[in-house]
């Protein structure tokens, strides 16, 4: 497992930006697949985007395609997440996680960061 840090968060209006990063600890970061995941009050977990060892292959979710991109920089143990045109219904705590396999279920990631909170304002 690898520890993970997450932070930028805050609070922006509607239609603006946000860049999130996660630092990961160890030597075995470019052998994981890295996610960003979000939960918001009373809802569950769910998949925001992922990005394959290397970089070469993301995944978004349908709500975010085209707005969010997650990126990585193996030598710097670092993963990010550009939040472009946020609405307010993307305010949720957003989670780093590191996993095995390019998937969409929290399950298949087994490291998990602290959370960094994200509120949208209208």
């Known amino acids: 497992q690898v520890q993970l840090v997450e932070s930028g968060g805050g609070l922006v209006q509607a239609g603006g930006s946000l860049r999130l990063s996660c630092v990961a600890s160890?030597?075995?970061?470019?052998?994981?697949?890295m996610g960003w995941f979000r939960q918001a009050p009373g809802k569950e977990r769910e998949f925001v985007a992922a990005?394959?060892?290397?970089?070469?292959?993301?995944h978004y979710s349908d709500s975010v395609k085209g707005r969010f991109t997650i990126a990585r920089d193996n030598a710097k143990n670092t993963v990010t997440l550009q939040m472009n045109s946020l609405k307010p219904e993307d305010t949720a705590g957003y989670y780093c996680?590191?996993?095995?396999?390019?998937?969409?279920?929290?399950?298949?990631?087994?490291?998990w960061g602290q959370g960094t909170q994200v509120t949208v304002s209208s």
């Open positions: 990005i394959s060892r290397f970089g070469v292959t993301t």
């Open positions: 996680a590191a996993g095995r396999t390019m998937a969409v279920s929290s399950a298949a990631f087994d490291s």
């Open positions: 160890g030597r075995t970061f470019s052998s994981h697949v």
